[in-house]
């Protein structure tokens, strides 16, 4: 008699976005307690718009804004390149940039919960759809 083995999924990568280290430590924390591997990080710019453009990823996580400057580059780049993204905002909905006011929000502060539902929404959609915008995901609280 053979055992049916179940095959491997390697855990997803995310490139993790945020000026804020604390925020960020805390975040690659709950990735990390959720089965995910922080691929990457950038908490400047010029280091996220490196990582958007070279860095092995399945989705990432962007802050709006790094140290007073919009995100909005990096998200160009990941947007040109195909990835998925997702943005966190201590903002609301008026922090977003007007071009991906459709892309999914995690809103700040985070909670396990809503950090986890919006990724496997996020990765549903992405999978459903090569180079998907993730247009119309779900916008999560910490309420949810």
Same mark, same amino acid.
């Given at each position: ?5 179940? &095959? =491997? =999924? &390697?855990?997803?990568?995310? *490139? ?23 691929a990457a990080e950038a ?8 990582? !958007? ?10 802050? =709006? #804004? ?7 580059? =990096?998200?160009?780049?990941? !947007? ?7 943005? !966190? ?5 008026? $922090?977003? &940039?007007?071009?991906? /006011? ?20 996020? *990765?549903?959609?992405? #999978?459903?759809?090569? $180079? /998907?915008?993730?247009? #119309? !995901?779900?916008?999560?609280? /910490?309420?949810?």
């Amino acid at each position: 008699m053979t055992a049916q083995v179940e &095959p =491997v =999924v &390697p855990p997803k990568r995310i *490139l993790v976005v945020e000026d804020e280290l604390m925020i960020r430590m805390l975040l690659e924390d709950m990735l990390g307690e959720l089965g995910y591997t922080v691929a990457a990080e950038a908490g400047r710019i010029d280091e996220a718009l490196q990582a !958007a453009k070279t860095a092995d990823f399945d989705i990432a996580i962007l802050d =709006v #804004n790094l140290d007073g400057e919009p995100v909005l580059p =990096v998200a160009d780049a990941l !947007a040109a390149r195909g990835r998925p993204f997702v943005f !966190a905002t201590g903002y609301g909905e008026r $922090g977003l &940039p007007e071009r991906y /006011s459709d892309r999914p929000t995690l809103k700040k502060p985070f909670e396990m919960d809503g950090l986890k539902q919006l990724l496997q929404s996020a *990765l549903a959609i992405g #999978n459903q759809k090569p $180079g /998907s915008t993730l247009g #119309n !995901a779900p916008r999560v609280t /910490s309420d949810s």
